[in-house]
Protein backbone atom coordinates (compact mmCIF):
# COMPACT_ATOMS: atom_id res chain seq x y z
CA UNK A 1 0.00 0.00 0.00
CA UNK A 2 1.38 3.25 -1.03
CA UNK A 3 0.59 6.18 1.61
CA UNK A 4 0.76 9.73 0.65
CA UNK A 5 0.89 12.47 3.59
CA UNK A 6 0.18 16.19 3.06
CA UNK A 7 -1.23 19.25 4.89
CA UNK A 8 1.81 19.97 7.11
CA UNK A 9 2.93 23.62 7.46
CA UNK A 10 4.31 26.59 10.08
CA UNK A 11 1.36 27.87 12.06
CA UNK A 12 1.04 29.86 15.06
CA UNK A 13 0.27 28.10 18.71
CA UNK A 14 -3.53 27.62 18.93
CA UNK A 15 -4.04 27.35 15.12
CA UNK A 16 -4.98 24.13 13.46
CA UNK A 17 -3.68 22.05 10.57
CA UNK A 18 -5.58 19.44 9.01
CA UNK A 19 -3.40 16.51 7.36
CA UNK A 20 -4.54 14.38 4.38
CA UNK A 21 -2.98 10.90 3.84
CA UNK A 22 -3.99 9.34 0.29
CA UNK A 23 -3.86 5.54 -0.38
CA UNK A 24 -3.61 3.66 -3.25
CA UNK A 25 -5.58 0.96 -2.46
CA UNK A 26 -9.59 1.33 -2.82
CA UNK A 27 -10.37 -1.47 -0.05
CA UNK A 28 -9.20 -1.49 3.45
CA UNK A 29 -11.90 -2.64 5.52
CA UNK A 30 -9.78 -5.21 7.59
CA UNK A 31 -7.10 -1.87 8.14
CA UNK A 32 -5.87 0.22 10.91
CA UNK A 33 -5.08 3.76 9.84
CA UNK A 34 -2.83 5.53 12.06
CA UNK A 35 -0.55 8.69 12.88
CA UNK A 36 2.47 8.66 14.25
CA UNK A 37 5.06 11.55 15.24
CA UNK A 38 8.50 12.41 15.09
CA UNK A 39 10.26 15.91 16.30
CA UNK A 40 14.04 15.73 16.15
CA UNK A 41 15.47 13.91 18.53
CA UNK A 42 12.91 11.96 19.77
CA UNK A 43 10.90 8.98 18.99
CA UNK A 44 8.37 8.38 17.13
CA UNK A 45 4.98 7.78 18.87
CA UNK A 46 1.80 6.98 17.84
CA UNK A 47 -0.84 10.24 17.85
CA UNK A 48 -4.10 8.50 16.33
CA UNK A 49 -5.56 5.55 14.72
CA UNK A 50 -9.00 4.41 13.23
CA UNK A 51 -10.38 1.42 12.10
CA UNK A 52 -11.14 1.90 8.57
CA UNK A 53 -14.66 0.50 8.79
CA UNK A 54 -15.38 2.47 11.87
CA UNK A 55 -16.32 2.21 15.19
CA UNK A 56 -13.12 2.18 17.01
CA UNK A 57 -10.52 5.23 17.06
CA UNK A 58 -7.37 5.86 19.45
CA UNK A 59 -5.49 9.03 20.85
CA UNK A 60 -2.70 9.43 22.65
CA UNK A 61 -2.88 11.52 26.17
CA UNK A 62 -1.34 14.67 24.32
CA UNK A 63 -3.62 15.14 21.79
CA UNK A 64 -6.88 13.61 22.94
CA UNK A 65 -9.72 16.11 22.59
CA UNK A 66 -7.82 18.44 19.80
CA UNK A 67 -7.57 15.95 17.32
CA UNK A 68 -9.64 14.40 15.32
CA UNK A 69 -8.71 11.03 13.27
CA UNK A 70 -11.22 10.62 9.94
CA UNK A 71 -11.69 8.79 6.59
CA UNK A 72 -12.99 9.91 3.27
CA UNK A 73 -14.02 6.57 1.73
CA UNK A 74 -14.92 8.37 -1.66
CA UNK A 75 -11.39 9.80 -1.81
CA UNK A 76 -9.63 6.86 -0.02
CA UNK A 77 -8.72 9.13 2.34
CA UNK A 78 -7.87 9.72 6.17
CA UNK A 79 -7.59 12.88 7.46
CA UNK A 80 -5.85 14.34 11.49
CA UNK A 81 -8.21 17.56 12.35
CA UNK A 82 -5.59 19.39 14.45
CA UNK A 83 -7.14 22.01 16.47
CA UNK A 84 -5.32 24.19 19.32
CA UNK A 85 -1.98 23.41 18.41
CA UNK A 86 0.69 23.86 21.00
CA UNK A 87 4.63 24.23 19.89
CA UNK A 88 5.30 20.80 21.70
CA UNK A 89 3.36 19.33 18.40
CA UNK A 90 6.00 20.31 16.34
CA UNK A 91 7.52 17.02 14.08
CA UNK A 92 7.30 15.17 11.25
CA UNK A 93 3.71 13.56 10.60
CA UNK A 94 3.17 10.31 9.47
CA UNK A 95 0.22 8.08 8.76
CA UNK A 96 0.52 4.61 8.15
CA UNK A 97 -1.26 1.14 7.48
CA UNK A 98 -1.47 -2.17 8.79
CA UNK A 99 -4.03 -5.02 8.30
CA UNK A 100 -3.76 -7.33 11.18
CA UNK A 101 -3.45 -5.04 13.93
CA UNK A 102 -5.37 -5.89 17.13
CA UNK A 103 -6.84 -3.28 19.34
CA UNK A 104 -4.29 -3.75 22.22
CA UNK A 105 -1.61 -2.82 19.27
CA UNK A 106 -3.04 0.05 17.69
CA UNK A 107 -0.14 2.33 19.11
CA UNK A 108 2.81 0.10 18.33
CA UNK A 109 4.39 1.29 15.23
CA UNK A 110 5.98 -1.66 14.69
CA UNK A 111 2.62 -3.28 14.48
CA UNK A 112 2.22 -1.37 11.11
CA UNK A 113 3.02 -2.30 7.74
CA UNK A 114 3.27 0.53 5.36
CA UNK A 115 4.29 3.87 5.59
CA UNK A 116 3.94 7.62 4.29
CA UNK A 117 6.94 9.91 3.48
CA UNK A 118 6.16 12.33 6.76
CA UNK A 119 4.87 15.84 6.43
CA UNK A 120 6.09 18.78 8.83
CA UNK A 121 4.01 20.47 11.12
CA UNK A 122 5.97 23.32 12.72
CA UNK A 123 4.04 25.25 15.46
CA UNK A 124 5.61 28.13 16.71
CA UNK A 125 5.14 30.17 19.73
Known amino acids: VQLQASGGGLVQAGDFLRLSCTTS????????MGWFRQAPGKEREFVAA????????WYSDSVKGRFTISRDSAENTVRLQMNSLKPEDTAVYFC???????????????????WGQGTLVTVSS
Open 96 to 114: AAGSRIINSSVRSAAAYDD
Open 25 to 32: KSTFSRYV
Open 50 to 57: MRWSGGYS
